[in-house]
């Protein structure tokens, strides 16, 4: 593996020192508070890897302008980075668009990710978080293979990262809870505590009783969190009831498996006793409602989750399964969905829509994000208002904005990112990485790991 060249700045201008400040000026500030606090003529300043001040642009200016470096919002809307809680890297978008779940995996996903080699999850990663990050992600929870590479990977492109490894029982030919022990020694807490490791377990058709409650007393060792998949589809309560005699997380919670610390993906299917471990237990769950509809497995009763007390954040999945990591059109068709299935329009509002993606996914992961407040870890994006698609704005609405943050926005309109404190991507240019060596890179992996999984039958056919 190659180091990518840093082709804009210096060290020294984008990583802040202990008491480097910037202020971005000039901006709309959407806090993400109790009180949702929006500053029109706003300011946020950062001291190192912290939100040291957020408000009005004359109270902070005055306290925080010497010696500051500037960055100009031009007018836009400054508010926390989002975070992708359910997330795995991704290699092979655009293959197999057809295929149900279950088959996908066995055809396709797993013949792959069997078949990847560290450099060609390095380069897979990179690609991946690229493309978060112009998304406006600047934490992803992502469960995939060779969490060193991985680990290099968010290391220098600088986005915040949770690693879990796809953990199997041995004769499926994925991960083991060694490996991800091992993952765990070696990159827990590098980069500013930046990058983290939990453990991961693929889903129950792949698991046994056994591994499962090793698997809880690894977190428990580890002192990390679980990050698993349950209750995705009918087919896999289906196995579940035929192989536990109990349903996904009625097995999860015998296990040990359910906690504060576990972010449980998709729940499409849950039982109301289902419903009831995950709030008693304190499980968070990352509602992936894009996957869900095009991978065929249903609506969540996600309404139902939020009205017992769980919280519930939000996660594109995968791009070989929903084509793109834009968590804009996911935080979009979250609500689309749920008013369609219940033909009701007051359902999911924006503002329920930008907590979802922002503090409630930071809390699932225990995270100091999620909200622009002092003392906060900074973590924040800059979106272009100046655009068609957010036209009309009547100055100083916050209602409007908040719509159009939530149901007009996509990815594209970010143009700054900052994460840790480090300026990522400024005016739609990362400066961490070559990204069209990325993209090269990721490419010709592809090739090389399709070549090697020999799943080339199962492409769609136009
Ligand atoms: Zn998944």
């Not at 802040?16 to 910037?22: I, K, S, V």
């Not at 996903?109 to 690229?130: H, T």
């Not at 869900?292 to 399964?321: C, F, M, P, W």
């Not at 990815?411 to 005016?427: F, L, N, P």
Request: charged share 20%; glycine share 10%; proline share 3%.
């Amino acid at each position: 593996m190659s180091t990518p060249s840093r082709h804009r700045g210096t060290e020294f201008d984008r990583v802040p020192g202990p008491t480097q400040r910037t202020l971005i000026t000039n901006a709309v500030v959407v806090t993400m508070n109790d009180a949702h606090d929006v500053h029109f003529d706003g300011v946020v300043a950062i001291e190192g890897d912290r939100i040291a001040a957020v408000g009005p642009s004359a109270d902070v200016l005055a306290r925080f302008r010497d010696g500051a470096r500037i960055i100009d919002a031009n007018g836009g809307a400054v508010m926390p980075g989002l975070v992708d809680l359910h997330y795995h890297t991704a290699i092979g978008r655009g293959w197999s668009d057809h295929l149900p779940l279950l088959q996908i995996l066995q055809q396709f996903w797993y013949p792959v990710v069997r078949a990847i080699d560290p450099e060609a999850v390095y380069w897979a990663a990179l690609a991946s978080y690229a493309e978060s990050i112009r998304c406006g992600v600047t934490t992803v929870n992502d469960m995939y293979r060779h969490i060193d590479a991985l680990g290099q990977a968010a290391e220098e492109i600088g986005i915040r990262a949770v690693l879990s490894n796809i953990v199997a029982d041995d004769e499926h030919g994925l991960d083991s809870l060694e490996d991800n022990a091992s993952g765990h020694r070696s990159r827990h807490g590098s980069a500013n505590g930046r990058v983290e490791v939990m453990v991961g377990i693929e889903w129950l058709p792949l698991a046994s009783i056994g591994l499962l409650r090793d698997a809880s007393e690894l977190a428990r060792d580890l002192g990390s969190g679980i990050h698993i998949h349950l209750n995705e589809s009918v087919g896999e309560v289906e196995i579940s009831k035929e192989k536990f005699g109990r349903r996904p997380t009625e097995v999860a919670y015998e296990c040990g498996l359910l906690s504060p610390g576990c972010v449980a993906a998709h729940c499409v299917w849950l039982s109301d006793t289902e419903i009831g471990l995950m709030r008693d237990t304190g499980t968070h769950i990352s509602h992936n409602p894009t996957s869900n509809a095009k991978l065929g497995n249903g609506i969540a009763r996600v309404l139902d989750y939020i009205q017992a007390g769980i919280n519930v954040g939000l996660g594109h999945d995968s791009t070989e399964g929903v084509n793109t990591g834009d968590l804009f059109e996911v935080m979009k068709f979250a609500s689309l969905m749920q008013r369609a299935v219940r033909m009701d329009a007051n359902l999911l509002q924006a503002g329920d829509l930008l907590r979802m993606v922002t503090r409630n996914g930071s809390a699932a992961l225990g995270h100091e994000t999620g909200m622009l407040a002092q003392g906060r870890k900074a973590d924040l994006i800059v979106i272009d208002l100046d655009d068609v698609g957010f036209t009309p704005l009547v100055e100083g609405n916050r209602n409007q904005l908040y719509s159009h943050l939530a149901f007009a926005a996509h990815g594209r309109a970010v143009t700054t990112v900052i994460i840790d404190g480090t300026i990522v991507m400024q005016d739609r240019e990362l400066l961490t990485v070559d990204e069209r060596k990325i993209l090269r890179k990721a490419n010709e992996a592809f090739v090389r790991t399709l070549d090697r999984a020999d799943v080339g039958s199962v492409q769609t056919i136009v």
